[in-house]
Each structure stands twice: as structure tokens, then as C-alpha cells.
Nanobody
Framework: QVQLVESGGGLVQAGGSLRLSCAASGRTFSSYVMGWFRQAPGTGREFVACISWSGANTYYADSVKGRFTISRDNAMNTVYLQMNSLKPEDTAVYYC?????????????????WGQGTQVTVSS
């Protein structure tokens, strides 16, 4: 198993930036595909970004492409989400997730492990 803990959320003005971190403990971090999802009140969990085991491949939702960057440091057992040019519609609880296989990375049901989430609020 792997345990995931997100940090770095907060309140930021539109146009600002935040960097989220997700620290993993447990089994070998590099054996997991890592994803970021978000969930706004009254909505389902939405795919944001995904990164492959070594970091060689990254995938983004169209709504964040060009503004967000996912990266990972396998030596530090951490995955990051750099968020720039934030918009009010980015407001949500952000979750990191892990799975050992890369299947339909946009589907939250693919991921076996989840963090507790961190709140991101973007004011207009």
C-alpha cells in the first residue's frame, strides 16, 4: 500500500500561482502512476493531470493545459502540481492519486490510493 498526503493549497487571487505537493510513503513510489484530480462542491471528481512512473510521460485536462505542470521526484517520493494563471473556476479540493498501472488515466476509478485533499480557492 501507499499513503498519500497533499499540501500547498490555499487562497490566491486570479492570475496567481500555487504549487501543490503530494508526499507518498509505503511501497516503492516509482512503481506508481500518479494523478491529480479536483472536485468542486456539487460536482464529480475531475481529472487534472497524470504522470507516468519515471515522469517521461505527462497528460493534462484541456482546461489546465498550458497553465499547470505535473512533475515528480522519485528520490523524494513526491509528486507536484505547479499551477499558474489560476482562474476562479480552478477553485476545488485537489486530490492526488496513485495506481500501479496506466490504463484510463482520466477515470478516477482507475486509481487505488487517494490522499485526503487540499483546498484551493481562487478569488476574482
Amino acid at each position: 500500500q501507499v499513503q498519500l498526503v497533499e499540501s500547498g493549497g490555499g487562497l490566491v487571487q486570479a492570475g496567481g500561482s500555487l504549487r501543490l505537493s503530494c508526499a507518498a510513503s509505503g511501497r516503492t513510489f516509482s512503481s506508481y502512476v500518479m494523478g491529480w484530480f479536483r472536485q468542486a462542491p456539487g460536482t464529480g471528481r475531475e481529472f487534472v493531470a497524470c504522470i507516468s512512473w519515471s515522469g517521461a510521460n505527462t497528460y493534462y485536462a484541456d482546461s489546465v493545459k498550458g497553465r499547470f505542470t505535473i512533475s515528480r521526484d522519485n528520490a523524494m517520493n513526491t509528486v507536484y502540481l505547479q499551477m499558474n494563471s489560476l482562474k476562479p473556476e480552478d477553485t476545488a479540493v485537489y486530490y492526488c492519486a496513485a495506481d500501479q498501472r496506466l490504463r484510463d488515466y482520466r477515470d478516477p476509478n482507475m486509481y487505488d490510493y487517494w490522499g485526503q485533499g487540499t483546498q484551493v480557492t481562487v478569488s476574482s
